[in-house]
């Protein structure tokens, strides 16, 4: 039977106590045992079903879990109180003093610096590389290269990592391929396709409320299992927990997410379009004159789209920020960073999100100082947001 995220997630009984239709909400910190022997056999990992200390697990954390394992096709999850969270606990789990790293380059900004500046604290090393270039990703494999580390749609330049091809360089070198799948949930399941550990920000179209900051780790039970081991478990040990509170809410909008990341895009599919016929330059990879359009089209779920996220190039951040400043006034949606929320979000990565990345690295990795990035919201007349996008446009002299 065909793998289907939204019905896998459909499908999970979860439901509390009392046979309420949404799990009850864990409201506390520790749990009791009858038995002192089941306490001590919780600590070592023995005793099935049962809750121990909510930094380790909580139930409300553990339903979320379960769902992104469902839409995932991952046999575990874990829930982090952000998307960093997530990242920064999966890598840690992997690498040792000494370990070596190989990542794109064209990533998000905070994972940038965290690669970049400060694994490097820990003897960590990290090769950054152009990640659709698969022979600079073999060229770079050195003895101790732990981990490759990619997202799926890169943050900002919308390039597509090709996940089987990368999991094939992994596999005949023992390294683990780490994928950031915060831009193409549901679209694309990195586990799927041979990827070891998938990451995610919930923070943006799982849970697409912008109400909160959160993160998740896909990966296999024994994965899962080491971190959050009493003795050495990054999770465990850092203590990134999401607050079970947050999870119950982030659970209940996951059953939408298929409906939101069909509109989110379609309207991203309209206004590439139109932005091409205006003769905007424009990288979506919903259009065939993407460079990754063909890579996305094999490893996509086709039902969701290409995805909601767009970046136009205006040479000069002046422009951009006059085009989004009346965006803005306009009402096409908020200056402002992140993505995957109702309303249409967007911002100059270069001045933004992407501002970690040193000036002569954007160069490098092609974004240009007028780069806007839209994440499109789900707006039910999107020609209607065109007609302001190009009115911004038009006033603010780009067109
Ligand atoms: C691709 C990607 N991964 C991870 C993150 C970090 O997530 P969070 O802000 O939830 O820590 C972001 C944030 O923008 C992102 O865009």
Redesign the pocket.
């Known amino acids: 039977m065909k793998f289907d995220p939204a019905s896998s997630i459909q499908d999970l009984r979860q439901f509390g106590e009392y046979g309420d239709v949404n799990p009850s909400i864990t409201d506390s910190a520790t749990y009791t045992f009858m038995q002192a022997k089941t306490m001590a056999d919780t600590f070592h990992g023995e005793a099935e079903g049962c809750f121990l200390y909510s930094r380790h697990w909580n139930p409300s954390n553990k339903y979320l879990a379960d769902a992104m394992a469902a839409m995932e096709g991952s046999e575990a999850g874990w829930v982090t109180g952000?998307?960093?969270?997530a990242?920064t606990t999966a890598l840690l789990q992997i690498c040792q003093a000494g370990d070596h790293i190989i990542s794109g380059l064209t990533i998000?900004g905070?994972?940038f610096a965290f690669l970049q500046n400060w694994l490097p604290r820990f003897n960590i090393s990290v090769t950054f590389v152009n990640i659709t270039d698969l022979d600079a990703v073999k060229a770079a494999i050195r003895p101790n290269t732990k981990v490759i580390y990619t997202?799926t749609m890169t943050?900002p330049m919308l390039q597509i990592s090709d996940i089987p091809a990368l999991a094939a360089i992994s596999n005949a070198h023992q390294i683990k391929l780490v994928v950031?799948n915060?831009?193409t949930p549901m679209i694309v399941a990195p586990i799927r396709l041979g990827a070891h550990v998938v990451v995610y920000?919930l923070?943006?179209f799982v849970n697409g409320k912008n109400d909160c900051?959160?993160?998740a780790i896909c990966g296999t039970r024994d994965f899962i299992g080491e971190l959050i081991d009493v003795n050495n478990g990054t999770a465990m040990l850092l203590g990134p927990v999401l607050d079970p509170m947050r999870s119950s809410g982030i659970l209940k909008n996951m059953h939408t997410l298929h409906i939101r990341m069909k509109q989110h895009s379609h309207n991203a599919m309209y206004l590439a379009t139109k932005f091409v016929e205006s003769g905007i330059s424009i990288q979506y990879p919903g259009l065939p004159a993407h460079k990754g359009h063909e890579t996305l089209k094999k490893m996509m779920d086709q039902q969701f789209g290409f995805g909601g996220m767009i970046a136009i190039d205006l040479c000069t951040a002046d422009q951009a920020s006059k085009l989004m400043e009346k965006m803005e006034i306009e009402d096409v949606g908020y200056l402002a960073v992140?993505?995957g929320y109702f309303k249409t979000l967007f911002s100059n990565s270069g001045k933004s999100?992407s501002s970690e990345v040193p000036e002569e690295i954007q160069r490098e990795m092609g974004l240009s100082e007028g780069m806007v990035r839209f994440s499109v919201g789900l707006d039910n007349d999107i020609d209607r947001t065109w007609e302001k996008i190009y009115k911004s446009l038009k006033a603010t002299g780009c067109v």
């Open positions: 952000s998307g960093m969270g990242i998000y905070g994972s997202e943050n950031d915060t831009f920000s923070t943006k900051v959160a993160g992140s993505l999100t």
